[in-house]
């Protein structure tokens, strides 16, 4: 977990692929320690705009339009909704416990939010262009990371201290399955059109293999040390290890690991741009966001950010 308590709570949802068939054009990171918000423009390999949002910043979605950014605030119990075009937040939303973890039905008009502490999912839906709360669903212990079916039809949750993910039918707001996975599972992401589900597993230094149909663990894949958060691209997974200041990356069809790429101290998201073959990694310790080619599984930029970059979540624009 966090190398800073301090900071409030970890931070972490699915990684998912932008909306447009284009290149990401900016990555949108939550800097906790910093209580802001940086935009970074990811052709100048710069921050270009900080919006402050306090609470420590956590967990981080975006709208299917990409518009907007739904930001947890664990240490401010509450979710901000932010502009980012024009770079204001547009609404603080009250909400109790630990929020955590957050993912954006991809769909439109609902948002989902982790309650670290309350073993519950906390469910906003969006009325007269307003995000209200509206409910909630009862998981496992700890939820953290959340994703969310192409249909809106189904949430998988990923529960840290319960060693599950929980199955959620979204429509009736109920639990249907619980699927037992590694130690301590935090993120997870979820790839449809293959009909799998990945979980980091923070205390287990690796990676659960989710068969989804089947409802049931399918295989593991060896980390590095205390695993965040899984991205995937281009047939293969990415791995930030917190402990081990480093990305593994393995093969999705054998799941036999291919590589430990070197990034900076304590790496915790990541995402994928399909369009330019790169992939994008918060590193809490060093502020920075570390940039690979998945290619040649190198890294080719390190883009400077404030302080406590997490970028827990669906980040990329």
């Known amino acids: 977990m966090s190398p800073a308590p301090a900071a409030g709570l970890l931070a972490l ?63 401010g119990h509450g979710l901000a909704v932010l502009d980012l075009d024009a770079g204001t937040v547009l609404t603080e939303i009250p909400l109790p416990g630990g929020p955590l973890g957050v993912a954006a039905d991809p769909r439109g008009g609902k948002v989902y939010v982790a309650d670290w502490y309350g073993s519950r999912i906390f469910v906003l839906t969006e009325r007269d262009g307003a995000l209200t709360a509206d409910g909630e669903i009862a998981v496992g212990r700890s939820p953290s990371g959340i994703a969310v079916s192409p249909d809106g039809k189904t949430l998988y949750v990923a529960n840290r201290e319960a060693d599950t993910v929980s199955v959620v039918d979204a429509s009736t707001r109920r639990e249907t399955a619980v699927i037992p996975v590694g130690h301590h599972p935090f993120g997870i992401t979820l790839d449809a059109a293959a009909g799998r589900a990945y979980t980091a597993n923070v205390t287990g230094d690796d990676v659960s293999v989710i068969d989804v149909a089947a409802g049931k663990e399918v295989g593991r894949v060896p980390t590095g040390k205390r695993p965040y958060v899984v991205a995937l691209l281009n047939g293969r997974g990415f791995v930030t290890n917190q402990y081990a200041d480093s990305v593994t990356a393995f093969d999705l069809a054998t799941l036999k690991p291919l590589a430990e790429i070197d990034v900076g101290d304590h790496p915790e998201g990541i995402a994928a741009d399909p369009a330019t073959n790169r992939l994008y990694v918060a590193d809490w310790g060093d502020n920075r966001l570390t940039v690979i080619d998945a290619g040649s599984l190198k890294t080719v930029e390190k883009v400077a950010t404030g302080n406590g970059p997490r970028a827990f979540g669906d980040f990329l624009r």
């Open 13 to 75: 949802i699915a990684s998912l692929v932008p909306a447009s068939a284009g290149p990401a054009r900016e990555a949108i990171v939550t800097v906790q320690l910093a209580n802001a918000v940086e935009v970074i423009d990811l052709a100048a390999d710069r921050v270009v705009r900080r919006i402050p949002v306090d609470g420590a910043p956590a967990g981080i979605a975006l709208s299917p339009d990409r518009s907007r950014a739904y930001v947890t605030r664990p240490e």
